[in-house]
C-alpha cells in the first residue's frame, strides 16, 4: 500500500472528513491521495497560516483531531503561528509538512541547506509541540500517525508534527511488517485526602465564585452535567476568563461577567470580595489576576483545577457592574459597544461568535451575551491577530451552521486571503468588520503610555485600510455598510442578519476608540481605569 494513501486511510478510520493545506511540491503525493479517497475531503486554503488556524476551528468543532499540511520549507515556516496558536489554547491538531527526499537531505553535514526547500522543521517546532517527529524510514508511519494522534488527543490537549519526506510518502509498504503504536492512556491520580479537605473549604465559605476558564470545554459529558447542577442549583455567583466566555450560559442571573484587565468591572470586583475562587481550567494568568499579585484575593483561598500538574505547581499565586451601566456612565465612544448589543438583539439561538484580536475581541468579550446553544471562541494564549476568519472557516466545515466571525480592520487585512474560501463553498459565515481605521488597541496603549505618538497604527503615521467593499467585490460577497445611526433601522438590521447568504458586514467608527474598563499598568485588577469611588462600588 502507498505510504501516502495509508495516512488518508488512518484519517478516515479516525472520522477525520476534512484536510486543510496548501499544496506544494514535497506534500503533493498527500494531497493526490486525499483527493483519491471519497471519505476525507482537502480544502485549498490559499496559506499555510489559514490553514493551521482553520485545522483548529475544525477540531473545536468536532472534537477530534484537526489536520493541517503543508510542502517543505516556506510552507511549513508559514504553519508555525497556527501551531503556536493551537499549543497555547490546547486545541489538537495533527500538522503533516512535506520533506524533501530523504536521500537529498543534508542530515548532519555542516551545512545549512542541501535539498530545494530543505529546512528541519522538527527543530524549530520542538517548544510549540507535544510531539514533532522526523520521519526516515515508511515503515515507522503506522506508529508514528497513532502515537502522533493519541499525544494530541490525551491529557491536556495540543499540536503535534510529522516532517514527512517525499520518497516516503510515495513508498509502498506491507502493513503487516509495521510496528503499532498502543498505550492505555493517563493514569488517573485521585485523593480521598484530598476531597475531604476541598469538600471542608468549599461548605465553610460564605462567599464562594466559580471561575470558569478556556480548558472547561474538555470536560467529560459527566462532569459538565454535574457542573451545571451546581450552578443551577447552588446559585454561586460565575465569571469566567476570556476563553471560558461561551462554555457555559450567560443568561443566568449568577453570572456576572468576564474577569481579566479588559473584564467587566463587576466580576474583577467579585474575586477581591469572596472567601473562595473556585477556578476551573483556567491558568490564573497576569491578565486575570493583574501585576499586582499581592492585592489578588488577599482574603480568600482558591481551588485550582487544572489538567496540567505543572500549571498548578509553577503557579505565582500561593493562596490559591453590569456593562450596560460601565458603557453609559464611562466610555466615551459607545459605537462599538452598540454594535455588540445589536449583535446579542439579532443573534440566532445556535449562533457561533468568533473574535480576532484587539479591541473588537474586548468589546464582544465585554457585550455578547451567550446563551445555552451558542458558543464564543477568541485566540486567547498567543493571540493572532488573521486568526477569526479562518478559524471560523474550520467551524464551517466541521458542521456549525451560523457562525459570525468579527475581526477589526487589521486582522481583517491580515486574513483576505481566506474570503475566497467563504465565497467558493458558500460557508455560513458573516464577517462583521469594526472598521475604526486604526489597530485601536495600540493607540489606546500608545495613548496612556506613549504621549499619543500613533506610529503604525493610524493613517498619519503609516497605517492604512483598504476598501473593503471593493476586496468584497473582489471575492464575490455581498456587502453592507452601516454607521451607529444604521442600528436603529431595523429592517436593514433584519435584512442583514436572516440573510442566509455569506457577507461583508463593515461598521465604520470615525471617531477613536478605547476598551472600558481596562487594567493599567501597577493597578490591582479590582480597580481598572476609570477609576471609581469606593460608594459606586457598593451600589
Known sequence: MKTSDYIVKFFEEKGIKVVFGYIGGAITHLVDSIDKNSSVEYIQTYHEQSAAFAAEGYAR???????????????????????????????????????????????????RQQGFQELEIIGVVKSITKYAKYIG?????PYELEKAYQLAMEGRQGPVLLDIPMDIQRAEIDIEECLKYSRNGLEEKQSIVLKIEIKKI?????????????????????????????????????????????????????????VGSYGNRSSN???????????????????????????????????????DQNELESHRLKNKVNVCIEIKNYAENKEPYHMMLKLNEFSEPNDYFVTDIGQNQMWAAQTIKISEKQNFYTGGGLASMGFSIPFAIGLAFGGKTRIISISGDGGFHMSTQSLMLISQYSLPIKVLVMNNSSLGMITQFQGLYFNNNLVGTTSKKGYVVPDIQKIAEAYNLKYYMIKEKDLSDSILMKEIFS??????????????????????????????????EYNEILD
Open 269 to 307: 470586583l467579585s474575586m477581591k470580595y469572596c472567601d473562595l475562587l473556585i477556578a476551573l481550567g483556567s491558568r490564573l494568568d497576569t491578565r486575570q489576576t493583574g501585576a499586582k499579585i499581592d492585592s489578588f484575593l488577599e482574603n480568600g483561598k482558591i481551588i485550582h483545577v487544572d489538567i
Open 202 to 258: 468549599i461548605f465553610e465559605s460564605k462567599k464562594p465564585i466559580i471561575l470558569i476558564g478556556g480548558a472547561s470545554e474538555f470536560l467529560t459529558v459527566s462532569a459538565k452535567k454535574k457542573l451545571k447542577l451546581i450552578l443551577e442549583k447552588s446559585q454561586i455567583p460565575v465569571i469566567c476568563s476570556l476563553m471560558g466566555k461561551g462554555k457555559i450560559s450567560e443568561e443566568k442571573i449568577n453570572f456576572l461577567g468576564m
Open 61 to 111: 468543532a468536532q472534537k477530534t483531531l484537526g489536520v493541517a499540511i503543508a510542502t517543505s520549507g516556506p510552507g511549513a515556516t508559514n504553519l508555525i503561528t497556527g501551531i503556536a496558536d493551537a499549543f497555547c489554547d490546547n486545541v489538537p491538531v495533527l500538522y503533516i509538512t512535506g520533506q524533501v527526499n530523504s536521500y537529498e537531505g543534508k542530515k548532519d553535514k555542516p551545512i
Open 137 to 141: 524510514n515508511a515503515l515507522e508511519i
Open 499 to 532: 440573510d442566509e447568504l455569506p457577507c461583508i458586514i463593515e461598521y465604520v467608527i470615525n471617531t477613536p476608540t478605547v476598551v472600558t474598563p481596562k487594567l493599567e499598568f501597577d493597578s490591582p485588577i479590582y480597580n481598572p481605569s476609570p477609576k471609581i
